[in-house]
């Protein structure tokens, strides 16, 4: 049996990290990247809330896939060619990169995660499954920026990024990986989750479970942070909260942004390792990993970069469309989309 292979590309230490959560803490208004989520605890509370009945986008996703998985299969092979390499952005547990096996046969997987301990646990359970596919794990920071060895993603590869992570980031941000994804594609194609505006009770309902799950994963940046910085945040002190901000617009298209937030609801005070005390604010706003800009239907086309992503030329949309998973060529080739209703 093959043995899957760990390269670790995330530099920062723990200084830089930590210099980098207190200048965000620090700032006015206080706010911190997605990443700081994603410690080991932080990544297993995130898949299971994949798995809970609120949270649309996971079973939306799987539903478009297994209603179009063939024509999506066959739209990727005629930019990949047969058996690609699949490069799983933001790959976690690797079930979503694994649900694509069957479908396109790859000869490598290439998951990328920042986590890189939990990313191993996972190809290790992997491998067992499919013991002989060569698997990579890289783990990287692709948030700062998305740069992979040729050698691990060849050319004309499939780089996967479900979940909308995507509008997780600014449209500055999304347009600069967009443009790094179509790098690593190398010819190859991009097939990506996009969450579309919907109603608001059901998007606070996503990123506001009544099992509390949201809350213990939000909550656990906290606990992050302590042991980051030596912070002393006492979470009996501090709540979730789940806002709809309609004056907000992602990628210049969409009406409102579903945010997940922690909230204080005692002005107590978390010392900083070498600077002043830190008032802990009415909200620390988080641009939280899983609490996504949900985007108008033709945002993210506003947001492609023009040198290497084209326009959508074909959209099926049988009901109303709630989430999109988006098949993007390079210039020249056609695009399918794919739509799904909520159940």
Same mark, same amino acid.
């Given at each position: 049996?093959?043995?899957?292979?760990?390269?670790?590309?995330?530099?920062?230490?723990?200084?830089?990290?930590?210099?980098?959560?207190?200048?965000?803490?620090?700032? !006015?208004?206080?706010?911190?990247?997605?990443?700081?989520?994603?410690?080991?605890?932080? /990544?297993?509370?995130?898949?299971?809330?994949?798995?809970?009945?609120?949270?649309?986008?996971?079973?939306?996703?799987?539903?478009?896939?297994?209603?179009?998985?063939?024509?999506?299969?066959?739209?990727?092979?005629?930019?990949?060619?047969?058996?690609?390499?699949?490069?799983?952005?933001?790959?976690?547990?690797?079930?979503?990169?694994?649900?694509?096996?069957?479908?396109?046969?790859? @000869?490598?997987?290439?998951?990328?995660?920042?986590?890189? %301990?939990?990313?191993?646990?996972?190809?290790?359970?992997?491998? $067992?499954?499919?013991?002989?596919?060569?698997?990579?794990?890289?783990?990287?920071?692709? @948030?700062?920026?998305?740069?992979?060895?040729?050698?691990?993603?060849?050319?004309?590869?499939?780089?996967?990024?479900?979940?909308?992570?995507?509008?997780?980031?600014?449209?500055?941000?999304?347009?600069? +990986?967009?443009?790094?994804?179509?790098?690593?594609?190398?010819?190859?194609?991009?097939?990506?989750?996009?969450?579309?505006?919907?109603?608001?009770?059901?998007?606070?309902?996503?990123?506001?479970?009544?099992?509390?799950?949201?809350?213990?994963?939000?909550?656990?940046?906290? $606990?992050?942070?302590?042991?980051?910085?030596?912070? %002393?945040?006492?979470?009996?002190?501090?709540?979730? !909260?789940?806002?709809?901000?309609?004056?907000?617009?992602?990628?210049?298209?969409?009406?409102?942004?579903?945010?997940?937030?922690?909230? @204080?609801?005692?002005?107590?005070?978390?010392?900083? &390792?070498?600077? &002043?005390?830190?008032?802990?604010?009415?909200?620390?706003?988080?641009?939280?990993?899983?609490?996504?800009?949900?985007?108008?239907?033709?945002?993210?086309?506003?947001?492609?970069?023009?040198?290497?992503?084209?326009?959508?030329? *074909?959209?099926?949309?049988?009901? &109303?469309?709630?989430?999109?998973?988006?098949?993007?060529?390079?210039?020249?080739? /056609?695009? &399918?989309?794919?739509?799904?209703? +909520? *159940?």
């Amino acid at each position: 049996m093959a043995q899957p292979r760990l390269l670790q590309l995330h530099s920062a230490t723990d200084g830089a990290s930590a210099a980098e959560a207190a200048a965000g803490l620090l700032a !006015v208004p206080s706010s911190l990247p997605p990443k700081y989520f994603y410690d080991a605890q932080g /990544s297993r509370l995130f898949d299971a809330i994949t798995e809970l009945s609120e949270y649309y986008p996971t079973r939306t996703e799987a539903g478009i896939f297994a209603a179009h998985g063939i024509a999506i299969a066959d739209a990727v092979r005629s930019s990949t060619g047969p058996s690609p390499v699949i490069v799983d952005l933001g790959a976690g547990n690797c079930a979503k990169g694994a649900a694509l096996f069957p479908l396109l046969a790859p @000869s490598r997987y290439v998951a990328v995660d920042i986590s890189a %301990d939990y990313l191993a646990t996972a190809l290790a359970q992997l491998q $067992r499954e499919h013991p002989a596919l060569d698997l990579m794990g890289v783990g990287l920071d692709f @948030s700062s920026q998305l740069a992979l060895p040729v050698e691990l993603t060849g050319s004309r590869a499939l780089v996967f990024y479900p979940g909308s992570s995507i509008s997780n980031f600014d449209p500055a941000g999304a347009l600069t +990986l967009l443009s790094q994804m179509h790098t690593v594609a190398a010819g190859g194609a991009l097939l990506i989750g996009v969450d579309l505006v919907k109603a608001i009770d059901v998007l606070e309902a996503a990123y506001d479970d009544a099992l509390g799950v949201t809350a213990a994963f939000n909550l656990n940046l906290l $606990r992050h942070l302590n042991r980051l910085l030596g912070t %002393d945040f006492d979470l009996r002190q501090w709540r979730h !909260v789940a806002l709809f901000q309609p004056r907000r617009v992602a990628h210049r298209n969409a009406p409102g942004v579903a945010s997940g937030s922690v909230g @204080s609801l005692a002005g107590r005070r978390a010392p900083l &390792r070498g600077r &002043r005390a830190h008032p802990h604010r009415e909200l620390l706003q988080v641009d939280a990993g899983g609490f996504c800009w949900p985007v108008a239907p033709g945002g993210l086309r506003r947001a492609s970069p023009l040198d290497g992503l084209t326009r959508l030329v *074909r959209r099926v949309r049988r009901c &109303r469309l709630i989430y999109s998973a988006q098949l993007r060529k390079p210039a020249g080739t /056609s695009l &399918r989309t794919a739509g799904k209703k +909520l *159940r």
